[in-house]
């Protein structure tokens, strides 16, 4: 798999052989012009080393550092092997995926409690997305997923 973000391959490839350490992370992303996700595998050099982990620049944030631990047992941002960072993401996505089926036992339960089923909320919430396009020309234009 392709290494994404701010360093490339040789980059990455360089920094090893410095002997520094590189941290790995993976993302789910959404892939472009389409509502599909992709997984990503991102890699992190490390700017500072203390006995207890690392300082990399923060994914998400120019020109700021992120702390990631790299003690055994730690909780961690990024790993310092591949492997380790699927592992992470697989646990990450499992309890995102518990996450939504109880929200979405809930959300159930609740139209339930009002007498409504699935089917009918599903027609319901259609109709009512027909009727905000005939009455929008912005929504109009745009296409339905």
Same mark, same amino acid.
């Given at each position: ?83 380790? /960072? !699927?592992? @992470?993401?697989? =646990? ?7 996450? *939504? %089926? ?5 959300? &159930?339960? /609740? !139209?339930? @409690?009002?007498? =409504? ?7 319901? *919430? %259609? ?5 905000? &396009? ?12």
């Amino acid at each position: 798999m392709e290494v994404q973000g701010q360093w490339s391959e040789s980059q990455i490839e360089d920094a090893i052989k410095e002997g520094k350490k590189v941290l790995y992370r993976y993302h789910d992303i959404w892939k472009e012009d389409s509502n599909d996700k992709r997984v990503a595998l991102f890699a992190y050099i490390a700017l500072r080393e203390t006995s207890k982990g690392v300082w990399i620049e923060h994914p998400d944030r120019y020109n700021q550092e992120k702390w990631v631990d790299t003690t055994p047992g730690g909780k961690r941002f990024a790993y310092l092997s591949k492997e380790n /960072a !699927m592992d @992470s993401f697989i =646990k990450r996505k499992s309890r995102q995926v518990q996450i *939504l %089926k109880n929200q979405l036992a809930g959300v &159930r339960s /609740a !139209m339930a @409690s009002i007498g =409504k089923l699935e089917p009918e909320i599903i027609t319901y *919430l %259609k109709e009512k997305e027909d009727e905000r &396009r005939k009455e929008s020309p912005r929504l109009r234009a745009m296409p339905v997923y």
